[in-house]
C-alpha cells in the first residue's frame, strides 16, 4: 500500500526547518571554500552520465535531513510498490508500470498475478515487424508507392515524448520524415501536411482514450484529406494505423486491428513514450535503436530499486523539494545546451506538472505546502540571450538544470567548445556571482569616473548563490537518452511520494474539457449562453460580432 504520510509533520521535517534558519543566508562561495572536496562530495556518475549537485545551497547536514525525510515518508516503499504493479494510481485505481515497458530482460513483471510481459513483448514484435516493413518500403500506399512521411497525431503524453525522443535523435534517423500535428488549431496539421504527398504519408493516430477531443479531430481532417486526394475510403488500410488502449473505438474509426497498436490503463499517457506510443519514435531510428532508448532507461530502473533516493533521481527529487519548500522557489528552469533537445522542457513540463500540481494530498486534505514547481526552459545559448537576465539578477529564486553532451555529434568542434564554454560560464556566474567590489574595480581599470561607479556599481553587481545541477553526458545517444528520461521519471514519482500526492492522475484538465462542451455548441450557434458567466456571454458576443463584421 502507498503511505499516505503528511510531510510537515515529519520530525525531519521540523529539523529542515530549523537546518534552513541556519544555512539559508550561507553563500555557496564559502561552502566551496571551506570544503576543498565540494565538488567530489556532491557529485555521482551512473556509465556515462555525470551530475554535478555541488553548486547546490546544502550541506551535508541538508542532505541528511532530506534523506530522512523521504525515510519517515517511506519512499523506499512507495517505490517498490510501483515496481511491484499496485494501485499507485488510486483515484483511478491503476498500477503504474510503464517500467515493464523497458524491461528487456526475461523476469515477469505482475499485475494481480499476470505477468504483463506476455503482452508487453507481443506488441513490441508487432511494433518492430510493422516499422521494419515501413522502412524497408515493404509496407505501401494504397497506389502503391512506398512510404516516406510520418505523421503522428496525438497531443499532451501521446504527442511530447514521441515528438521530444525523434528530434533528440534526428542524427540517428532514416529516410523516413516524421512530423508531429497536436492543436485542435488547424493550422498545425495544415502546416504539418502542406508539402506532404498523401500517397506516401502515413498516419499514426495515438491516443489511450481514442476519444481526445484535439486527436480524434485531426485524425478524421486526415483521414478525409487522404480520402479526398486518392479517391477510395479503402486507402485507410494502407495509411492510418493506430496507438490506443481503446481497441473498439479505434476500430470503429476504420482502424484494421492488424494496423491497431496497443496498450494498457497501466501506462500513464505522460509515461508512455516507451511503448506502442514511440511507434514513431521506432519508425524514425528503427527498432533496435528504440531498444536500445529503453536498455537506458531499464538502467536507471534499475539504479532506483537498488539506491533509492540516494540515487539520481533522489537527489534531484529532494533537492526540488528543499528549494520549493524551504527557499519557497516556485519554478525550476531546464536549460539543454544542445538543440537537438529543444523539446525537453516542454516534455518535462507535462511530465512533471500534470503528475504533481496537485493541491489535495492521499489523504484527501488540501495541502498547505508546496508541490509541484513550475517547469520551463529553453536550450542554451538561447536562452541566455532572452531570459537568463531574470535568473541572474530578478527577485525569484530559479534553480535550474544544466543539461550537456561531452562529445558532439558533429565534426564542428570550435561550436561545441563555445557551446560548453557557455554552460559552464553560466552556472558558475549564477553560483558565484560578482561582488561590488569586483565591479568598481573592473570599472576603475575601465576609466569610469567615481560619480559613474558609485551610481551604476549596484547595476552590475551579482548577488550569485542561485543553485543549479550540471548533468554532463557523455554523448547523445538513445541510450544516453533513455536514462536522461527516466532519471527525470523517477525524480517525479520521489518527489510526489513526499508531497504525499497522487502523481499518476490528472483530474485538473478535466473541467476544462467539460465546460468546451457546451461552449462549442454556442459558438456553432446551437444552443443559449444564458447560463454561462457574465465574461464568458460577453466573449461569445463579441465574437459573433467580430464574424459578423467579417463577413
Ligand atoms: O488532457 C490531459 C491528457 O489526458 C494527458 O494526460 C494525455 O497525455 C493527453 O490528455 C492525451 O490523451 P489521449 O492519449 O487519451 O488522447
Redesign the pocket.
Known amino acids: 500500500m502507498i503511505p499516505k504520510i503528511d510531510p510537515t509533520k515529519t520530525a525531519a521535517w521540523q529539523a529542515l526547518k530549523a537546518h534552513f534558519d541556519d544555512v539559508c543566508e550561507v553563500h555557496m562561495n564559502d561552502l566551496f571554500q571551506s570544503d576543498p572536496n565540494r565538488f567530489e562530495r556532491f557529485s555521482m556518475v551512473e556509465r556515462n552520465v555525470f551530475m554535478d549537485f555541488s553548486k547546490h545551497r546544502i550541506t551535508e547536514d541538508t542532505l541528511d535531513l532530506l534523506q530522512a525525510l523521504a525515510t519517515e515518508c517511506h519512499v523506499k516503499e512507495g517505490i517498490q510498490a510501483m515496481f511491484n504493479g499496485e494501485l499507485l494510481n488510486e483515484t483511478e485505481g491503476r498500477a503504474v508500470l510503464h517500467t515493464a515497458l523497458r524491461n528487456t530482460t526475461d523476469r515477469p513483471v505482475y499485475l494481480k498475478s499476470v505477468d504483463v510481459m506476455t503482452d508487453v513483448r507481443r506488441v513490441k514484435a508487432k511494433m518492430r515487424a510493422f516499422s521494419e516493413r515501413v522502412i524497408a518500403g515493404d509496407h505501401r500506399g494504397f497506389t502503391g508507392k512506398t512510404i516516406a512521411s510520418i505523421v503522428n497525431i ?7 515524448g514521441p515528438c521530444m525522443v525523434v528530434e533528440a535523435l534526428k542524427h540517428y534517423g532514416n529516410h523516413l520524415d516524421v512530423r508531429f500535428a497536436s492543436n485542435v488549431d488547424a493550422n498545425h496539421i495544415v502546416e504539418v501536411c502542406k508539402d506532404l504527398d498523401p500517397e506516401t504519408t502515413l498516419f499514426v493516430i ?7 477531443q ?2 480524434m479531430t485531426n485524425a478524421h481532417s486526415a483521414r478525409a484529406w487522404l480520402v479526398d486526394s486518392i479517391g477510395s475510403e479503402d486507402c485507410v488500410k494502407n495509411h492510418v494505423v493506430a496507438v ?3 481497441q473498439e473505438a479505434a476500430v470503429d474509426f476504420g482502424i484494421d486491428p492488424e494496423n491497431l497498436f496497443e496498450f494498457w490503463d497501466w501506462v ?3 509515461f ?1 513514450l516507451w511503448g506502442a ?1 514511440g511507434l514513431s519514435i521506432m519508425l524514425a531510428i528503427g527498432p533496435d535503436r528504440f531498444e536500445q532508448l529503453l536498455e537506458g532507461a531499464e538502467l536507471v530502473d534499475q539504479q532506483v530499486k537498488d539506491k533509492g533516493t540516494l540515487s539520481m533521481p533522489g537527489i534531484l527529487a529532494l533537492l526540488s523539494l528543499w528549494y520549493g519548500n524551504f527557499f519557497h522557489a516556485e519554478t525550476h528552469a531546464i536549460l539543454p545546451y544542445d538543440q537537438y533537445l529543444h523539446r525537453l522542457p516542454a516534455f518535462l513540463q ?1 511530465a512533471d506538472m ?1 503528475s504533481n500540481g496537485k493541491s489535495v494530498d492521499r489523504n484527501g486534505n488540501k495541502i498547505a505546502y508546496q508541490t509541484g514547481a513550475v517547469i520551463w526552459g529553453e536550450p542554451g545559448t538561447n536562452g541566455q540571450h532572452a531570459f537568463y537576465q531574470l535568473i541572474h539578477q530578478g527577485t525569484a529564486l530559479i534553480p535550474s538544470d544544466f543539461i550537456a553532451f561531452a562529445v558532439p555529434l558533429h565534426r564542428l568542434s570550435d561550436h561545441h567548445d563555445k557551446l560548453l564554454a557557455n554552460c559552464f560560464a553560466q552556472s558558475m556566474a549564477m553560483m558565484q556571482g560578482k561582488s561590488a567590489e569586483a565591479v568598481k574595480s573592473e570599472m576603475r581599470k575601465e576609466g569610469s569616473t567615481e560619480e559613474e561607479m558609485n551610481r551604476l556599481h549596484p547595476y552590475r553587481t551579482f548577488e550569485g548563490n542561485i543553485p543549479s545541477t550540471t548533468l554532463l553526458i557523455e554523448k547523445l545517444t538513445p541510450r544516453s537518452l533513455g536514462q536522461l528520461i527516466a532519471i527525470y521519471e523517477h525524480k517525479i514519482l520521489i518527489e510526489g511520494l513526499i508531497l504525499n500526492v497522487y502523481s499518476f492522475d ?1 483530474w485538473g ?2 473541467l476544462g ?1 467539460q465546460l468546451a462542451k457546451p461552449i462549442l455548441s454556442e459558438i456553432a450557434g446551437s444552443e443559449d449562453s444564458t447560463s454561462m458567466d457574465q465574461s464568458t456571454k460577453g466573449l461569445l458576443r463579441i465574437l459573433r460580432n467580430f464574424k459578423l463584421d467579417a463577413t
Open positions: 496525438g497531443i499532451g503524453g501521446s504527442d511530447l495515438a491516443s489511450k482514450t481514442f476519444t481526445t484535439e486527436t490506443s488502449t481503446n500513464g499517457g505522460r508512455s506510443v507535462q500534470e490528472q484538465v478535466e474539457k
